[in-house]
């Protein structure tokens, strides 16, 4: 599976301007091609900005291929945690069986781009984006695509929309199981069978596999949380296999669980399912889903993902999964003892899984940040950095911090061009690239 590399590569020739944040007047008018070539530093751009880490990308993008490879499953990472066609063009260099997206619209830049196989993890009752759908599927044979239902009502909804598609025209639908307190998805095994008889004997779709989210059921890995993802995931496969025995397949089947929490339960509960020749019976495809992973944080992920420093036994021990994105942001007023307002606020940096945290002051032959600096609000333009007693002298007026953040799927989204440096514990990182996002 591809994308247009051409239409990738061309983004190096877009003109930078004032409508890019971060980036100094001394850029504005260039491309970015010609700014590279000016070989810049991140002291070179204005605060706040946010940055992705090279080195790590490039880690975390060979330790997952070579992790899922090793498992035996598939791998469609999540393309909406970043929106940006360069990195879903290294991920499929890199072995990915496909793009997952989650909404039409995202589906529709991922074809601009040029991918030709998207799983659409979500259901498709918009009447302009599936009549869309429809007429990409008529008219290019070898775009591969898929979408989800939960209910009776979305097949109708889907049959009824799709009476006016081209002739012959059917979308692959796999049926998705959910679960209580879930989000969305079938919540018994009986519903889920009832969908998946109504997508095989509709005209207008085409029964595709069983898909669902596990990590709505849980949020940690107690082990109350980890034995309701398990539950889940065997009713996953349950279902998988009874409707594979009961000949509701037409052809190949796919079988499709795994945020970035909870992979290696995914792995444990449904690899054992994968056929892709059909040796057992209907050949079968396990597609992990995991979109984080490329990026990873300081915070949510870097507690719960298996493949982090505390599943070195999943992994190997040199090469965890390493935090890929930083905010830098600048000390602007010491209004009170004990408190720094730095200039990136929730407009720059993600806070719905965790504060951004302290890591050290930017620059070298700098001071160190002190011990206990702690970050306890965002605004819409601040960050509130709390100093411990007796750092009366640190993290001056004009000084940068750099933080840690939890969370990439919520970092990513307020920045349409995204510096990427060398190496961000170096003294002074180098600018090597710039990702666009499309959100």
């Known amino acids: 599976m591809a994308l247009d590399n051409g239409v990738v590569t061309a983004l190096g020739g877009e003109r930078l301007g004032p409508q890019h944040k971060s980036l100094p007047p001394a850029a504005w008018g260039l491309s970015v091609r010609e700014y590279l ?27 997952m291929a070579a992790w899922s490879r090793q498992a035996g499953v598939r ?25 997952t997206l989650a909404t039409v619209w995202q589906v529709q830049v ?24 429809a007429d990409e599927l008529a008219n290019d044979p070898d775009f591969e695509f898929y979408c989800w239902a939960d209910g009776l ?9 799709l009476e006016s598609a081209p002739e012959g025209v059917r979308v ?6 959910g679960g ?29 596999g069983v898909g669902g989210y596990e990590g709505a059921l849980a949020h940690d890995r107690t082990p109350e949380g980890l034995a309701a993802v398990r539950h889940y995931l065997d009713e996953l496969g349950i279902l998988h296999q009874e409707l594979a025995s009961q000949g509701r397949y037409e052809g190949r089947a796919i079988l499709t669980a795994g945020g970035s929490a909870y992979p290696d339960l995914v792995v444990e509960r449904l690899a054992g399912l994968a056929d892709e ?49 930083h905010g830098w942001a ?45 970050v306890t609000a965002l605004n819409d333009q601040h960050t509130f950095l709390r100093l411990p007693d007796g750092a009366a002298e640190a993290v001056p007026v004009g000084s940068v911090v750099r933080l840690g953040l939890s969370h990439p799927c919520t970092a990513f989204d307020k920045w349409r061009l995204i510096p990427v440096v060398d190496d961000a514990d170096a003294e002074r990182p180098r600018i090597v690239d710039f990702l666009h996002t499309y959100f």
């Open 37 to 63: 070539a000016t070989a810049p530093h991140l002291d070179d751009l204005q605060t706040p900005v946010l940055t992705v880490d090279r080195a790590a990308v490039d880690s975390n993008l060979a330790v």
């Open 75 to 99: 791998l469609s990472p999540h393309g909406k945690t970043t929106m940006s066609p360069q990195l879903w063009r290294e991920q499929l260099e890199a072995g990915a069986w496909g793009i």
């Open 110 to 133: 991922g074809r601009s781009f040029g991918l030709d196989r998207i799983m659409l993890a979500n259901a498709l009752v918009d009447p302009i984006g599936l009549r869309w759908v």
């Open 153 to 161: 009502s979305t097949v109708r909804e889907m049959e009824r929309i």
């Open 172 to 177: 692959p639908v796999l049926v998705e199981l």
């Open 180 to 208: 209580p307190h879930g989000r969305t998805g079938a919540r018994t095994l009986s519903e889920a069978y009832e969908v998946a008889e109504a997508i095989h004997d509709s005209a207008r779709l085409v029964l595709a």
């Open 277 to 325: 020749d059909g040796a057992h019976g209907v050949p079968a495809t396990v597609v992990l889903r995991s979109g984080a992973y490329l990026i990873h944080d300081d915070g949510f992920y870097s507690g719960i993902s298996p493949l982090t420093a505390g599943g070195v036994a999943l992994t190997g021990a040199d090469r965890p999964l390493r935090a890929g994105m």
């Open 330 to 374: 600048r000390s602007v007023s010491r209004p009170e003892p004990g408190l720094a307002l730095l200039d990136a606020g929730k407009r720059d940096l993600p806070f719905d899984e965790g504060l951004p945290v302290p890591q050290r002051m930017a620059g070298p032959a700098v001071p160190s940040l002190p011990a206990g600096a702690v």
